[in-house]
C-alpha cells in the first residue's frame, strides 16, 4: 500500500518568506508525527497529532512554527518570516495508534533551504 | 542530556565481515528501543524494534540487536556485511520520562562496506 508521502521534495525560499509542508500519512493512521533533521544530526521531535489535536507540541522551536491537521489525515507545517537557520529535511511519520511501541512509519522528507 | 549515544559516527567494514554499531540509552526506566535505517534520498526505514519479551531482537536484511538493561545498551549486529547495507543508522528511543510517544534519535552511524 502508499506509504507516506510528502510534498515538495525540495523547497527554496527566501528569508522572511512563508512556506507551508505537508504530509499524507498512511491511510487509517490516528497518529501523525513532525521531525527536523539538521545536517549530520539525527531527526528532532516537532509536533504530535492525536487525529486532529496536536497532542504534543513541545518540540516546535518558537512561534514562528505551526502545524495543522484539520480532517484528521493530511497535516501541514507552517513556517513564517523563515530563517536561515531553518533549512534542513522536514520529515513526516505516522503510526497507527500512537502508542509507545507503535511503529513510526516515515515519509521522504522535504528539503528546506532559505537562502 | 544526551538520552541516545550512538558511538562512532561512521564505521567502515570489509564485505562479509560483521556489523557492530553501538547504540547506549540514558534512562532510569528502561525505554523502548528502535533501529532504523537511512538510504540516500529515502525515508527512514524501521530495521528492528524492543518492547517487552526476548531481549535479543531480530529484524529486517539479517540485522539483530540485543537489549541489555544493566548495559543500557541495544547494540546492532550482522554477522556478514553486503554492499546494500551501506547507509545511515539511527538508533531511537520512545516512552522516556516525560517524552511520551515520541522518538529520540542518536545522531546517526555512516556504514561504509568495502570490497
Known amino acids: 500500500g502508499a506509504g507516506v508521502s510528502q510534498t515538495p521534495s525540495n523547497k527554496v525560499t527566501e528569508k522572511g518568506k512563508y512556506v507551508e509542508l505537508r504530509c499524507d500519512p498512511i491511510?487509517?493512521?490516528?497518529?501523525l508525527y513532525w521531525y527536523r533533521q539538521s545536517l549530520g544530526q539525527g531527526p528532532e521531535f516537532l509536533i504530535y497529532?492525536?487525529?486532529?489535536?496536536?497532542?504534543?507540541d513541545s518540540g516546535l522551536p518558537n512561534d514562528r512554527f505551526f502545524a495543522v491537521r484539520p480532517e484528521g489525515s493530511v497535516s501541514t507545517l507552517k513556517i513564517q518570516r523563515t530563517e536561515r537557520g531553518d533549512s534542513a529535511v522536514y520529515l513526516c511519520?505516522?503510526?497507527?495508534?500512537?502508542?509507545?511501541?507503535?511503529?513510526?512509519?516515515f515519509g521522504p522528507g522535504t528539503r528546506l533551504t532559505v537562502l | 542530556a544526551q538520552s541516545v549515544t550512538q558511538l562512532g559516527s561512521h564505521v567502515s567494514v570489509s564485505e562479509g565481515a560483521l556489523v557492530l554499531l553501538r547504540c547506549n540509552y540514558s534512562?532510569?526506566?528502561?525505554?523502548?528501543l528502535f533501529w532504523y535505517v537511512q538510504y540516500p534520498n529515502q525515508g527512514l526505514q524501521l530495521l528492528l524494534k524492543?518492547?517487552?519479551?526476548?531481549?535479543l531482537v531480530k529484524g529486517i536484511n539479517g540485522f539483530e540487536a540485543e537489549f541489555k538493561k544493566s548495559e543500557t545498551s541495544f547494540h546492532l549486529t550482522k554477522p556478514s556485511a553486503h554492499m546494500s547495507d551501506a547507509a545511515e543508522y539511527f538508533c531511537?528511543?520512545?516512552?522516556?520520562?516525560?517524552?511520551?510517544?515520541?522518538?529520540?534519535f542518536g545522531t546517526g552511524t555512516q556504514l561504509k562496506v568495502e570490497l
Open positions: 491511510s487509517g493512521h490516528t497518529a
Open positions: 524492543y518492547t517487552t519479551g526476548a531481549t
Open positions: 534512562s532510569s526506566v528502561p525505554p523502548y
Open positions: 531511537a528511543v520512545s516512552g522516556l520520562r516525560g517524552g511520551g510517544n515520541k522518538l529520540t
Open positions: 497529532f492525536q487525529g486532529t489535536g496536536a497532542a504534543d
Open positions: 511519520a505516522s503510526s497507527f495508534s500512537g502508542t509507545y511501541t507503535d511503529t513510526q512509519y
